[in-house]
């Protein structure tokens, strides 16, 4: 019983990191051997989960540096995206003016070093001067100070 317990609880903490992925420590570089080309390398994004936090070890290509985030506002809620999914700013997601959907970004904040996994379903910001668009969940969750409305951030695409 304690295994089968065990076993759905996995399945039930997988799904719920492909939907939202939080990260709390620096990524690793994990690096495994192609098994059909056995000269070159591939590189993996892995998943540990520790005691009370998920960790996403795994490769982040840079895209762009000091730019500046905002967040989406209540009256979205419900909405169709672009990508046609319903707007909730209860998830990890983001709005960007030319990444593919399901594109998944890390945005980490420059002034406090916190990050997180989002996945790309809409488009804007189309507000001058703003890169990207979070959910408010996203954004409450890097951001320093509750109060502001925009913070500079580093964009990294998740391999």
Wanted: charged share 30%; hydrophobic share 40%; net charge positive.
């Amino acid at each position: 019983m304690k295994k089968a317990i065990t076993i759905f609880l996995s399945i039930a903490i997988i799904g719920l990191v492909s939907s939202q992925i939080v990260t709390k420590e620096k990524a690793k570089t994990v690096v495994q051997k192609d098994s059909i080309k056995k000269d070159k390398a591939t590189l993996q994004p892995e998943i540990v989960f520790n005691d009370s936090m998920i960790v996403v070890k795994g490769v982040f290509k840079p895209f762009k540096n000091n730019v500046v985030a905002s967040y989406y506002a209540d009256k979205f809620n419900g909405r169709r995206t672009a990508s046609g999914k319903k707007f909730d700013n209860t998830k990890y997601t983001a709005a960007h003016r030319k990444l593919p959907f399901g594109t998944k970004l890390k945005i980490t904040n420059e002034a406090n070093g916190k990050s997180i996994i989002v996945e790309v379903t809409d488009r804007g910001p189309f507000s001058r001067g703003r890169e990207i668009d979070l959910t408010k969940k996203a954004f409450m969750e890097i951001a320093s100070n509750k109060s502001s409305g925009a913070f500079k951030v580093k964009i990294e695409m998740v391999n």
